[in-house]
């Protein structure tokens, strides 16, 4: 490719936003900067090319950034056999937002917790209800 001397190129594309992403920002702001050569005919050639080799632009980051935690789910056990009680999971969940492959939230996107669940077996039910009672008297 042949240039005329004193031309410009075509501007390369736009540079990585400089803001830095905070836990506490879904956005941030930030300068970007793209370049063009200047191309003279020859070294020696007083030609010069009119206006900046670069410029720059305010820009914005978008920030990974986890939504509220959603209510706990409800106990996850299973009464079984003769057991009066029952011990299983509760969980709820978050999503990472303004996510991309290289800029992720850190941290765990689900959280859980034990629980337990009395379980209404006839007869025992009634047992649990007079140890109670006995024990506090």
């Not at 200047?38 to 820009?59: F, N, R, V």
Request: with cysteine; charged share 15%; aromatic share 10%.
């Amino acid at each position: 490719m042949h240039h005329i001397s004193g031309t410009w190129s075509s501007w390369f594309a736009w540079g990585p936003c400089s803001a830095s992403c905070s836990e506490s920002s879904s956005s941030v702001s930030g300068t970007t900067e793209r370049i063009r050569v200047c191309y003279p005919y020859d070294k020696q050639s007083a030609a010069k090319c009119g206006g900046y080799k670069s410029e720059s632009e305010e820009c914005t980051k978008w920030c990974p950034k986890w939504s509220s935690w959603s209510l706990w789910s409800t106990c996850k056990a299973t009464c079984s056999g003769s057991s009066a009680s029952a011990h299983g999971t509760r969980t709820r969940t978050r999503t990472c937002q303004n996510s991309s492959w290289k800029n992720k939230c850190s941290g765990s996107s689900s959280d859980s917790k034990q629980c337990g669940k009395t379980c209404h077996v006839e007869g025992i039910y009634l047992l649990l209800i007079n140890q109670q009672f006995y024990s506090n008297s």
